[in-house]
Structure formats: C-alpha cells, structure tokens
C-alpha cells in the first residue's frame, strides 16, 4: 500500500513530529510506502512529490515547519482541480492521504473524502486551537509559550519607562492564544475576537493600574475588534480561501490608548515568531500520538475521519463534523480572567 502525505495552510510546530510518526509506524509496522506531497495541496494539483521513508524523517522530530513545505492552495478553485488531483494519485499509486491541516485544509479534505470518493484521514493541526471535536490541537501550546514569555519580557521594559504595552498575538476567530498566553503573563486586559471591546474601558483599565503605580500590558488577539469599529486589515487582498490578511489592532489601539489616556503607549506584534522555532515537548507528544493513529486510520480503511484528543484519549471523528464549526472561546470562560483587569 502507499500512503500520501501532505502539509497545508498556515506553518506550526509539530508537523515534522506528525510526519515521522506516520512513516515509522507505517513502513515498520505495516510495510507501506510513503509519497509526500509538497506545498499543500499544490503538491498533488503539480504533480510535486518528495520521497517518504525511515532516512527521511530521521531527526526531525524537535524541527518547527515542515519538511514538506506547506501553502494556501486551494485545489477547489483551481481549473480541473479534483480532476488532476485524482490523476496524481493514480500516476504514484497513492491509495491513500493523510491530509494534516486546519479548518480550510481539512475542510477540502472532507470535500474530497465525502463527495468525490478519495480516501482521505486527517489530522488537525493550527496554533489557534480552534477546530472542533479536539480539546487541542497540536502547535497551540508551542505559540502559548512564546507569547508568554514575550509578555514576561514586556513587563519589565514596560515598568522600567512606565508606559502602556500592546502585545499583539495570533487569532482570526478565535482568542485561545490571547486568553492562555494573556492569563499566563499576567496581562492587565486581555482582548479576543469573540468578544468586542470598549475601548474607554480599556483606558479605565489601563489608568487604573498606573495609579497602582505598575505599567499595563494589554494583548489583544489580531481578530479582535472594537464595539464601534471593524476589523483591521493589513491590505485588502484576500487567500485562496477568501481569508483577509490581519495585523494592526495592536497598534491602533495603542495610539487609541495614548490619546485618550495621555499615557506613553507602544506596540509589539509577535507575528509568525509564534508559529516557528521548536515545539514544545506537549506539542511533540501529541503530533506523534497524531500520526501514529491517523496511519492506524488508513490501515482500518476509516476514511473521512480525523484524528481528535480527548482527554488523554486518541479518538476518530468525522472530518465534516471537526469542521463545521470553529471552537471559540465560552464567554463564561473569558469572564473568568477579568478579574485581572485593570
């Protein structure tokens, strides 16, 4: 049997991990052969493969990115684009994929799995932690960990000026790495796309904490928005997935802040630095628990299922259904940090 692999959408730690424990397991275990496919789903619309086996996933286990490479392609809207996806499948003799991937990625997965016969298993992967039926997704706690320590640094420069920091964080939809990373540093307002900000509150908050004579540290996750206002774009340009490109609420909001408060304010945008580097040891244990059952999948033939964690339990669940909707964060739980505030 061979096997396909691909990598898609937006870049995080722990593909590599998924990648070798797909192929140990399947070549060790299974005997089955390995094709990678490079770029997302540009790779089997182009035709661009890479070699799979033991020698090639040695040592990549602590690697951030992909060996694979990744991208935003999205075959549903490129010319023939199912037609010459099938037609690469059969020119390697792929009788499976194993599509790792996020919301968009594995959305064309269950597309193809469900309505145009291709076997496919998933395996959720975005530093956001905002697909549904999985407590988490791999990537998530990586990012979690940069940001916190980026906030832990920001303290210290903030109290040595006496000025209000932004920290700007990853988030379209959904404020997971805001919320974690945000509690875990001890910010002072926390801001996330689900729920809409005042921002003369924000500047209440924020000149309260200096009349406790300590600088304020406000993060904000890049999808957040005010309660008069709209999302602040990068440019107007959109994906293959009809996604704009987001960045700049951090900084907005932090000439918001100096204006009305009078208060010294500056910004720092973390960027993709949340989605590179090592992932973290959480991130390796569960992109290889990942892999070592997404190939167990294919064995079982159980296609149009995606890996998911539960608890500490390793289940299937239907592509379709893990995509359906975006986990977001419960209001209850977002009202539980605001005690912090101010």
Not at 120 to 135: E, F, H, M, Q, R
Not at 203 to 226: D, H, L, N, Q
Request: aromatic content about 6%.
């Amino acid at each position: 049997m061979r096997v396909g692999v691909l990598t898609g959408g937006g870049d995080c730690p722990g593909l590599n991990a998924v990648i070798r424990g797909i192929v140990r397991k399947g070549v060790q275990e299974y005997g089955y052969e390995f094709t990678g496919f490079k770029d997302g789903w540009r790779g089997p619309l182009d035709d661009d493969t890479l070699r799979l086996d033991i020698p090639a996933v040695r040592g990549i286990l602590p690697r951030g990115g992909t060996i694979l490479g990744s991208s935003r392609t999205n075959p549903l809207k490129a010319e023939d684009g199912i037609h010459r996806i099938r037609e690469t499948l059969a020119a390697h003799g792929v009788d499976a994929l194993i599509v790792i991937g996020g919301e968009d990625t594995l959305g064309v997965a269950a597309r193809l799995s469900d309505s145009h016969g291709i076997p496919c298993v998933g395996v959720p992967k975005t530093i956001d932690n905002d697909l549904s039926a999985t407590d988490y997704t791999f990537g998530f706690d990586t990012a979690v960990g940069i940001a916190t320590e980026a906030i832990d640094r920001l303290h210290t420069t903030a109290e040595s000026h006496m000025r209000v920091l932004v920290c700007e964080v990853m988030g379209r939809h959904a404020g997971w790495i805001a919320l974690h990373s945000g509690l875990a540093g001890g910010a002072n307002v926390i801001l996330i796309p689900e729920q809409r900000f005042d921002v003369d509150q924000v500047c209440a908050w924020v000149t309260s904490r200096f009349k406790a004579s300590y600088a304020p540290i406000v993060v904000v996750a890049e999808g957040a928005m005010p309660k008069d206002g709209d999302l602040v774009l990068k440019d107007g340009t959109l994906d293959s997935f009809g996604h704009v490109r987001l960045s700049g609420i951090g900084e907005w909001l932090a000439k918001e802040i100096e204006r009305r408060t009078g208060k010294e304010a500056r910004t720092t945008v973390l960027g993709h630095v949340q989605r590179g580097g090592t992932p973290s040891a959480f991130d390796r244990w569960l992109a290889t628990r990942f892999g070592l059952h997404a190939i167990e999948a294919v064995r079982d033939g159980d296609y149009g299922k995606m890996v998911a964690l539960r608890g500490t339990d390793i289940v299937r669940v239907p592509i379709s259904e893990a995509t359906a909707q975006l986990k977001t964060v419960q209001p209850e739980l977002y009202d539980e940090v605001g005690v912090f505030f101010g």
